[in-house]
């Protein structure tokens, strides 16, 4: 009976542990969804492994991105969720990108477990290649 016990509080403790976020911290709000502004709508991207997508913006970076005013302010932020719904309803994870400097790049899972951030050079490779949009790449 301890034994058992002891077994299920093991199994409850690896199972919960996914939730952490391995100590790297989120560039953006995990409410960013209802505190940051819709700036690009719902449409099909090729450059995500073909998921639907949508971009919000912080307050300091939104009024500049949608009108196309480069460069983005210093504390910009933009996140870009991924979806496999065609209507945007399900978040299957995120990247982000903020602006420190330098921008810093981020990908994480749908649960916001941090999977990679820092001057990503696969990011930033093909970021490059969008155009003069300060290393954006959305079409408005
Ligand atoms: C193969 C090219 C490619 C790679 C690699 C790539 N991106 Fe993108 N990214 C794009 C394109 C193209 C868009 C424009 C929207 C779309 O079509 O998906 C975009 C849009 C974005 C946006 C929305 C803001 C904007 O307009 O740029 C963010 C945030 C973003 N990517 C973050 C990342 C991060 C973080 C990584 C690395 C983990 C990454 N991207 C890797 C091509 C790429």
């Known amino acids: 009976m301890k034994y058992c016990l ?3 509080l ?6 919960s542990s996914p939730t ?11 409410n960013f969804a209802t505190t940051f502004q819709a700036v690009r709508d719902c ?10 997508i949508s971009v919000a913006a912080n307050a ?3 009024n500049a991105y949608r009108d196309d005013r480069y460069p983005l302010p210093v ?19 995120y990247v982000a990108m903020r602006k420190d400097g330098d921008w810093v790049w981020q990908k994480t899972a749908a649960n916001f477990e941090v999977r990679d951030t820092g001057a990503l050079q696969s990011c930033i490779a ?15």
Do not use: Q, Y
Not at 20 to 30: K, V
Not at 43 to 52: Q, Y
Not at 126 to 140: F, Q, V
């Open 126 to 140: 093909c970021h490059s290649a969008c155009g003069d949009r300060d290393l954006t790449c959305t079409d408005p």
């Open 20 to 30: 952490e976020h391995d100590g790297e911290p989120l560039l953006f709000p995990a």
């Open 43 to 52: 449409r099909l991207s090729n450059a995500h492994d073909m998921h639907f």
């Open 6 to 8: 002891g077994l299920l």
């Open 10 to 15: 093991f199994i409850l403790c690896t199972c």
């Open 60 to 62: 300091k970076a939104a």
């Open 75 to 93: 504390g910009s932020i933009l996140v870009k969720t991924l979806h496999d719904d065609p209507t945007c309803t399900t978040p299957v994870g």
